[in-house]
Structures are given as C-alpha cells and as structure tokens.
C-alpha cells in the first residue's frame, strides 16, 4: 500500500557532491538506528526516495526518512521481502522468482518452486532469513541495461516478462512497480560484508536498507496460492507473506494483534456459532444463513428497512436477470462485464445475472412522467447481486459472489443535490452509530488527474467538477477527517464512503454516496419543472450496510461474536440446577417470548457447570440459573457474559431488565454491576 509522503519537521539536509546521503545525515547528527534512525532519504528536488549510499554528482537537498514512517516500513519490508527471496533460493535451488512488494503491515513474495511450500518449509526460510540478516550484506544499487538484464536474468522467466513493462509499471497494482517503475532498469546486489563477493542478485527499482541487519524484526506468515499478476489467465504461483517493523516491540504488538484478530476471524465464528456456511455443492463464495445467522440477518434487514421508510424512501423490487441491453444503456457493459457473471443464452438473448440494482430503478422512475413535485423520489431495494469475484479475493462473508445491498437510489434537482447528500450522509452515520461503529472517516473517490486514466470516466469537465464540489462540500461539513481517494471514483461519478474503524482498529469500508449524472441521460430520464419544460434529475447512489453480508462479516468481527443483546440470536439461556426446574424456567420463557425475547433452556444431560459454559461458549448475553431455592422464591440469578452474577432476581424484575435491555438497544454488554440491569 503507497504511502503519502511523510512531512518534514526539520530544515532539509545538503549532501555535498560526491558525498554519500548516509556521510551527510551523520554529519548533521540525524539518528540512524532505531525506530527514528534514517533509513532513505528523500530527494527534496524531485521526491525520489534513495539509497543511504548514494552518491549525487551535484550538491543536493534531502530529508531523512526514519523507519517508523510509512515510507520508512516499506523500504524495511521491500528490503526483508529480497532476504526471503534468497532464502528460497538458497533452500530450494531452482525456483523461479515473481514479485515481492511491501503492502500493509508486511510484505509477500511470489515463487515458483517445485512443489507447494509446507509449514514446515516456513519454519525453515525464517532460520534462514534469520543467518542471512545476522550476516549483514550489503544491499548495493547497480543500473543496468536492459539488454543485459535479459542476459543476466535469462533463467527468470518472470522477470523477463517485467523487463518488457520498465516505466509503465506505476499504474498497475500487481506489485510490478517495484521492480520496473523507472525508466532506468537496477539490480539490488546482495554482498558479502567481509569480501565484497556477490551472494545474490534480484531486478529492483528500490531503494533499500544499506545492509541486511538493518531489518529490525520480522516474521513469516503465512503461504497461499496465487496467480501470477493477479490475472487468472497466467499461470499459478506460490505466494509467502510476512510481517517486517522497525522494533522488536513494533514487531510483537502487530502479532499480537494478528492473534486477536484471527480470534475474532468471522469465518471461524461463523461455525463455532453455528450462523453461516459456504458449502462446496453451491459454489464458492455464496453464502447460506443458518438459523441463528438468520435471526441477525433479520434484524439487520427490519431495522434498515424501517429506517428507509422513516427516512422518506419508498420500497420497490427487482429481478435477478436482465437481458445485455439494460446495462449497455447504463454504461456497466464494458465497464463491469468481467465482474459479472457470463452471459446465459435465452430466446435469442443474452441474459447476466445483475451485479447492480440502478439499471433497473432507472426504469422505475422512467415508467411514467415525472414532476418536481415528487422530487426528491426515492427508492429503495434489498437488491441481490452476482460479482465473479476472482477466486484469490474471495474472502468469506467480506468478499462474496453473491451479495444483498440495502440499495437506494434517490432523483432530485440539480438544486436538491447537496440538501440530499447531506441527507443521506446522516442517515448513514447513524446507522454506524446504532451497531456501535463509531468511529470513522470520509473518503472522496474523484476522477483525478492522471491522463492515463480518464479514459474510464465519462461526463464532461463541468460535470465532475460540479458533483465533486457538492459532496467535498457536504463531507467537509460533517466534521470529520476527509481523505482524497484520486481515480477512485465509478465510472459515472464522484463517491463519498465511510471508512470505519472496529474495535481492534482495522478499517472497514462501509457506506458509500454517488452522485451520478450521466445514467439519468443515458436512460432520457426527465421531470417536469415548475415551468413547464423538461428537465433531466441527477441521481444519488446510496448503500447504508454496503452488503448485508459485508456488514454481517464486519459486525461479527468487531463484536468477537458477542452480539448486542438485541441483536444477539439467543438472547436468554435458562440453566436448571436439576431437572425439577425445567418447568419452573419453561414458565419463565414463556414470559419472556411473549415480549418478544429470544430464549432456550438447555434441558441437556450435562451438568450445570457444563451448561454455563456452553452458554459462554455461544456468547449468549443472559443466563438465568434456577435451583430449588430460586423456584420457590419465584427468583432467578442472572449471569451475565463477562461472567459477573447477580442473585435472587425475581422473575418480573428479570423479564423487565432483559426486555428494558433489549429495547434499548444498547451496544455495550450488560453486567452485574450495571444499574439498568441490576436494579
């Protein structure tokens, strides 16, 4: 992932001709070691990063860039992402090498060995990336032609292939810039720090760290398949991916994280909790809801669509197929046509199953005359779309193939624009607040500037600089952090999403607001204005959970599977001491079903202690516990999911507390100590 570059705080640096950046940072007294140690500076003159050990002709200015920096951590993972490299090599003698690039928090590089690379072989590669980065080579920057990179590198086929894209790299996101974005081909030669003999060689655009025990601290991660380039049209590799930091600490803290993360990983849960499954007989990344996956699911979708409603938004539904000709007229077909599914031959037409619900909304709105005075017309759909998704991404419930959106779509006037979005990014910034996400950011996708690019974009000038200014204009209003996502934007228009923060810090996005002024033309979309002349409504995209799966997969993670009580799909276990007390607590969740609580009683030959335990297990937010005392008391103990107690409740106290709870909506668990439970 590119980094923005890092502000500086202090006066740039001069490097004298013929002196090394490294010279002139330690005569300046700029650290080098540590986590603010330099570790590439910064051509003031023309942004380049560069090595320590260069060595202009002429006087230059540069900053220092230190390892704790985005920029610094990329250039520690490019330069652990070679040492890996080696280490293939030096263990499995004839792999072929692909492309190693940093991306967040770590690196990956991609091989083709042999055979697969095992666990064990992992194992291996770290001890001997371990005794590479002990050895302290030197990382020495050498320009090369480009005939005698195809020469020297005549037994890596992959590389040959990258020779061919020197310079014309930046713009792909394979991870090829890396090694070619320049227009001057390089070589990173690993040496021996006693002889200066050659150890190993890699094509490299750079820069690096000046030697291989500069890397502060690392690990290797894991290992999956991939294709080469991303394109499942070339041939499959063997992708190892790793985690590299400027300190030990830095180091440990992310695994640390990882490890949390990989406990609130929504795959696992989803069959610990038993909510949902992707089986094998229906196809990759198509999800099915269990039962109690169900039950969240519901309550995601009554809540959204009540709020729709609130909010002034009509219902409306769609098919799942449509005939080619409907998104040639919107414009999807070129654009999306291998995202989507392939086209099905039926009656002498071509039928796609739909990966977007606009198209059709636009004939919804275009089925009879329109006036001003139905403007702002809304529609809304729990839309269900078909993305083929390349394999390599899908991703549980995160990145699926089929899909539900709660979809919008609103048609104003040109004037109603900027009073819609704002709108819309209220209602959207609620919505995150009620299932306790709040903390977030705004993203502006726009068109951008690069040339290259705009090719995609359809519209005029005018037009994008318009619809640009009025979201810019309402994110800026909310408040909150704006960041530019340049040549981001669709096709069709500007977006705003809202990037979310969980609880453990990883962004997620989730809402998105288009503002779209070429499908109304491209469908003759029209109402009639005030006098009497017809004019064309702008059309504003919205998506409040995004995807119902999406959303789903992100809520489970954040919440480690503990649910919200009103959100929870068991809500209330009742624990008998001893079977004497089943009735007791079958009367109890009566009471409680009939206010609308979901409730189970564990009935089961397990003991008690067995009981609660599964109850933690599953997360439940309520246990009552019942003996023989409790019944005749007509009581119950609450126990709550943090493990908390509290005893002698009576049974009207107890079903008020869970029903108050439940109704309140709260986000936080309740606990014993909690006043609105505990009384």
Known sequence: MSAPPSPSTAAPIRVPAGTTAQQALKDAGVPLKGPDGAVVVRDVATGDLRDLAWTPDTEVEVEPVVAASPEGRAVIRHSTAHVLAQAVQDLFPGTRLGIGPPVENGFYYDFDPERPFTPEDLKALEKRMQEIVKQGQHFARREISDDDARAELAHEPYKLELIGLKGGADGADDGASVEVGGAQLTMYDNRDPRTGDLVWTDLCRGPHLPRTSAIPAFSLTRSAAAYWRGSEKNPQLQRVYGTAWESRDAH????????????????????????????????????????????????????????????????????????????????????????????????????????????????????????????????????SVYRYEKSGVVHGLTRVRGLTQDDSHSYVTPEQASGEIRHLLSFVLGLLRDFGLDDYYLELSTRGDDPTKQAKFIGSDEQWAVATAVLEEAARETGLELVPDPGGAA?????ISVQARDAIGRTWQMSTIQYDFNQPARFGLEYSAPDGTRQQPVMIHSAKFGSIERFFGVLTEHYAGAFPAWL????????????????????????????????EIDDSDDRMQKKIRTASKQKVPFVLIAGATDAEAGAVSFRYRDGSQHNGVPVADAVEQVVAWVAARHNADPAADTPQVAG
């Open 252 to 383: 440990k803290a992310y695994l640390e994280h990882l490890a949390e993360a990989e406990r609130r990983d929504h795959r696992r849960l989803g069959v610990e909790l038993d909510l949902f499954s992707f089986p094998d007989e229906i196809g990759s990344g198509l999800a099915v809801f269990h039962p109690k996956g169900g039950v969240v699911k519901r309550e995601m979708e009554d809540y959204v669509r009540r709020r729709h409603l609130e909010e002034g938004f009509q219902y409306v539904g769609t098919p799942h197929i449509s005939k080619r000709g409907l998104f040639e007229t919107s414009g999807h077909l070129p654009y999306y046509e291998e995202t989507m599914f392939p086209a099905m031959e039926l009656e002498n037409s071509e039928y796609f199953l739909k990966a977007m619900n606009c198209p059709m909304h636009n004939l919804i709105f275009r089925s009879r005359g329109r006036s001003y005075r139905e403007l702002p017309l809304r529609f809304f759909e729990f839309g």
């Open 491 to 495: 096709y069709y228009g500007p977006k």
């Open 568 to 599: 929870a799909p068991v809500q209330v276990v009742g624990i008998p001491v001893t079977d004497e007390q089943v009735p007791y607590l079958a009367d109890v969740a009566l009471r409680l079903r009939a206010r609308g609580i979901r409730v």
